[in-house]
């Protein structure tokens, strides 16, 4: 009888560490499976600070490349720094064209705020052009507290 008791005994313990393995396993998994997603605000126009952003970028991207995983960069335009993506005046108009073309499998996204070219536009007479690789968002703040909310990581260089 105290063979069968201390057998069963070990059998649950060994089944109870099997299980308590495989839930730590899945937890690491999950865990790992977030997804990597940093927002960069752009509000300056300065040639610096542009670049400082886009070296950021590139080094996440590059890092998590090295994991073998994706992650999802927005630099967020808006106020004098949207003259980062106007065509007649971006001083990293060919940087952002090289990031884009070598982020991949991950994703990099330029976003120009609308309010700002809108008032931009009325104060210099003349629509303005953005360079190709701009996706226009409604607000740059809001997109950027939005993506917060959503659990985006946000850095301001």
């Not at 069968?4 to 308590?20: G, T």
């Not at 998590?64 to 949207?82: C, F, H, Q, W």
């Not at 003349?126 to 226009?136: G, K, P, R, T």
Request: hydrophobic share 45%; with cysteine.
């Amino acid at each position: 009888m105290r063979k069968w008791f201390f057998r069963a005994v070990a059998v649950a313990l060994s089944s109870l560490i099997v299980v308590s393995a495989g839930r730590a396993a899945e937890t690491r998994a999950h865990q790992s499976a977030k997804p990597h997603r940093l927002l960069i605000q752009i509000d300056q126009n300065d040639p610096a600070v542009m670049n400082l952003a886009l070296n950021n970028a590139s080094n996440v991207i590059e890092y998590y490349r090295s994991k073998g995983e994706e992650v999802a960069v927005d630099i967020v335009t808006y106020g004098p720094g949207l003259n980062m993506l106007r065509a007649d005046a971006s001083p990293v108009q060919d940087r952002i064209k090289q990031l884009k073309g070598v982020a991949f499998p991950s994703t990099i996204q330029f976003s120009a705020c609308n309010v700002t070219k809108q008032g931009m536009e009325k104060r210099e007479g003349h629509a303005i052009d953005l360079i190709s690789d701009a996706v226009i968002v409604p607000s740059g703040v809001i997109h950027l507290m939005e993506l917060q909310e959503k659990g985006w990581s946000y850095i301001r260089p």
